[in-house]
């Protein structure tokens, strides 16, 4: 059943993906938002990113799209709705960058698409043809963002849906900063808790190293406990042992093998994650 | 990468979708039914609407149905398996209207389609050539509404599947009744509580006016509690603040902003809600 | 809508079926397998059986896939990524039976595979041509096994992965054994409690027959309680009534009418559960 590259690019053309993030939880929300999608564009390649953002956190769907767009092929169109302003006078955008397009409302939600990559031009939406005849004040996922997102994946030009503009929300960092009273640390945040209590961290070791001047092996502080020990991967530690690792998104992470480092620390997202700048090379660090 | 009409409709013709409500949970047995539906019909186009629902019950998976269906494109075919009778004698059935194909037990699942729009014809499924070569007793939904809906996405004709019938389970309306003890209002119940909290009423503008004569702005009394504001979205009220507003479905909701109106009242699905027939316009009011 | 048996044909070939179980949970590491497989094979049909596999629960897993896999059509590629190991020293392989191909990682997730049907071929995913260019010592899911499975979904031929090899995690069956101080009992475990709270067990009737020579009809123990009732379908019980039925994947559950036998019996997935050999037929039984 091998197929030819000519045939790969047509399904390419033929077959545009849209994929979905949104804090609507499972349910008919997004189904409506799918059911608008393919009634104007029937060959879209629906893709669900997650919907269990927590309800109105900006942040967290930020970081969502941010460990996610990079994967998807050029020419994606990206939903994402965490939209507790929905109805006000907040603007909903597309962002277009050199291979990805983005809709959504513009509240920060693609923050770290801006400073990730070159954008190439912001639309604010705001032509009606490519609204749904009527728009719920409370529901733009469905009414607005959905049929932007299946037209736009159809190929209409972006300035069809509105003006281009500057003044959107501007690019911000993840959370990382120096302690104030004590500079051999710098300070971030929980930004995520897997399935498996995996503690997802705001920093990474580039930030750590480029912006720090960090050095030597991870020895972090959190919740009174600090962690010395870091591995490649999980298999590495002993069972039920507390480490520092860098994750698969490039994100500093402290987990337990086999355990719940989040239960065992009592860690929940948000919480404060202090890293030692300095540090001389752990014996048990393979890293 | 623009497609043209004409490619679109092929796509269309190309590309059934199938829908699927169930009650059934994430796990193998909704992984079962696609792998069934897409043995038989490879092009088809699979949307979870949701697996969610509360087990057995008929009345939540009829509202979800009703509350995305109509989003989906002409010729979709949705499948609605709730079914604790699954097994015994109650039947399964196509219902076709103008523009859907519905698939699923006849228990009242599709009571509100029914009510919604005119029926074309309902069919009591009969013929073995369309269900599985041995159909389980408990997992009809595998065994003979995904193969039904996927030789129905194929085009193959009603009357192939089995014979019209009359008899099948009549439309309900969703439950609005007069206050026995006080004309000035009338009583609904919750038909849903979503992610956010929001409270989902069984009670639309249209059917408080229309069949009760309702005016005014509306005046919610839930729990001991009564809610005087309404708002057109959430951000227009305070936060934390209880309001009533028409959701994106039609329904009245009673939601707080920024918070879980659920939990605030200690409202669950199924309690009951009064509305107040007649009032003076609410000076907060903005509905 | 008619569509022939030819269009179907083709549409099988352009179509490729890869499905996923993984114990990822709902969020962004599914969704960035699925970007990797749909940037390399954008044709592909992606389905999800589930991501809710306990974590590193390896049986669970392998028990899923028994349960779902058999219903795909031909040629379909399935990803099981159970992978506690990942990163260490645990093979990565591809499986190929006369229908199917499997890719994940070598630690028995396809030994129910192995029992059920004759192996064609076991492949040690060895090229590193065909995974991501930095294969991250912990997402082995998204940057090995999602690339393969993609690439074998285009026709990659089996041999251009690695070397075949013999020594793979052997076949295992589900746990049934006799117990050891009462001849007259089997013993099997609670593999999977499902969303209705139905208790399925590793027991299938052939199992029992064949192998210990069950005769009669079902009387199980569990917890101290004995269940001598048995129904093929759920509303033939008084609600609340438990009882054994052969379930929909072919093993005996206990189940409720309208009830959660787990909650009742307070059972949970591990649980020790144990069948008498002989019994006279049982008045209530219907099986």
Redesign the interface.
């Known amino acids: 059943?091998?197929?030819t590259e000519k045939?790969?690019e047509q399904?390419?053309?033929?077959?545009?993906?849209i994929?979905l993030i949104t804090?609507?939880?499972?349910?008919?929300?997004v189904?409506?938002m799918?059911?608008?999608i393919?009634?104007i564009?029937?060959?879209a390649?629906?893709?669900?990113?997650?919907?269990?953002i927590r309800?109105?956190d900006v942040l967290e769907g930020a970081f969502?799209l941010l460990?996610?767009?990079?994967?998807?092929?050029p020419?994606s169109v990206h939903i994402a709705v965490v939209d507790?302003?929905?109805?006000?006078e907040r603007r909903g955008i597309i962002v277009a960058t050199k291979d990805h397009y983005f809709v959504g409302p513009d509240n920060g939600v693609f923050s770290f698409v801006y400073n990730r990559e070159p954008v190439t031009k912001v639309i604010s939406i705001e032509s009606q043809v490519y609204l749904r005849g009527t728009v719920?004040?409370?529901?733009h996922g469905?009414?607005a963002f959905s049929p932007v997102a299946a037209w736009l994946a159809?190929?209409?030009p972006l300035e069809k849906f509105g003006e281009e503009i500057e003044d959107y929300s501007g690019a911000t960092v993840l959370p990382v900063q120096k302690v104030e009273d004590d500079p051999t640390r710098i300070e971030g945040m929980v930004i995520h808790v897997?399935?498996?209590g995996n503690i997802i961290t705001s920093i990474s070791p580039e930030t750590a190293a480029e912006q720090f001047g960090y050095s030597g092996s991870p020895k972090f502080f959190v919740k009174g406990q600090t962690i010395t020990h870091s591995y490649?991967?999980?298999?590495?530690a002993a069972p039920g042992e507390i480490f520092a690792?860098v994750?698969?998104?490039g994100y500093y992470e402290i987990a337990a093998h086999?355990s719940r480092a989040s239960d065992i620390l009592g860690v929940e997202r948000g919480e404060k994650v202090q890293l030692e700048l300095h540090t001389e090379s752990s014996a048990s660090s393979t890293t």
């Open positions: 059943m091998q197929t045939e790969q399904v390419r053309e033929e077959r545009p993906i994929t804090d609507f939880g499972e349910g008919y929300y189904a409506a799918k059911g608008v393919l009634d564009c029937r060959s390649c629906l893709v669900d990113i997650t919907h269990d309800s109105h969502t460990c996610t767009y990079p994967y998807f092929p020419h507790p302003g929905v109805g006000s719920s004040p409370t529901f469905r009414d159809l190929g209409t897997d399935k498996f490649s991967y999980y298999a590495e690792l994750g698969s998104s086999r």
